[in-house]
Structures are given as C-alpha cells and as structure tokens.
C-alpha cells in the first residue's frame, strides 16, 4: 500500500508563490509516475502536472511557464513550485501516484492518491 501526504497549501495573493509537496510511503517511489491534479469548488479534478520516473514532465495548458514539477526520488517527495499564483488557481491540490512510466492527464489512470491540500488565491 501506498500511501501519499500533501503539505503547502494556504492563502496568498494574486502574483504571489506556493510550494506544494508530497510525501510518499513505500519503497518503490522511484518507479512511480507522480502527478498534481486539483478540484476547483463545484468542478472536476483537472490535471496540473506529472512527472514519470524516468524525469519526463508534462503540464496542464493553463499551468504551463508557472508552474515547475520536480522528484526526490531520495526523499520519496515530489514537488510542485507555483509561481505568478492566479485567483482562477484557486482549488484542493490533490497529489496522485501510478505504477508505470507514462504521465496520465485523467484520474482514474492513477492508483494512489493523498487527502489533498488547499490553495487558495485572493485577488
């Protein structure tokens, strides 16, 4: 079993930063693709970013050139730098694992998921 912990979120303003982190249990992290979805209030979860084992990184449209996904293969962490913060960035950031070494942009092609962290991003 895997379990996944997120840390980082809260309240800043509109241009501001954020760094999100994930803390994963288990000894096989390193073979794990990494991915940082978010639920907006009242939407789907959408994909933000993924980083497969390997170092391939993927991103959302509406994320790309602000935000930057990197791994810790060492620490069983992975990370997610939120620059230039948008109140539109506002949701519950949920970290995701999956076994393989390809990024999926839906939910349901991950196994794992952590209990998600609040950002939130006042104008």
């Known amino acids: 079993q895997v379990q996944l912990v997120e840390s980082g979120g809260g309240l800043v303003q509109a241009g501001g930063s954020l760094r999100l982190s994930c803390v994963t249990s288990?000894?096989?992290?390193?073979?794990?693709?990494m991915g940082w979805f978010r639920q907006p209030p009242g939407k789907e979860r959408q994909f933000v970013a993924g980083?497969?084992?390997?170092?391939?990184?993927y991103y959302g449209d509406s994320v790309k050139g602000r935000f930057t996904i990197s791994r810790d293969n060492a620490k069983n962490t992975v990370y997610l730098q939120m620059n230039s913060l948008k109140p539109e960035d506002t949701a519950v950031y949920y970290c995701?694992?999956?076994?393989?070494?390809?990024?999926?942009?839906?939910?349901?092609?991950?196994?794992?998921w952590g209990q998600g962290t609040q950002v939130t991003v006042s104008s």
């Open positions: 995701a694992a999956r076994a393989g070494d390809l990024v999926h942009t839906t939910p349901r092609h991950y196994d794992y």
């Open positions: 980083v497969t084992w390997r170092g391939s990184r």
């Open positions: 288990g000894r096989t992290f390193s073979t794990y693709t």
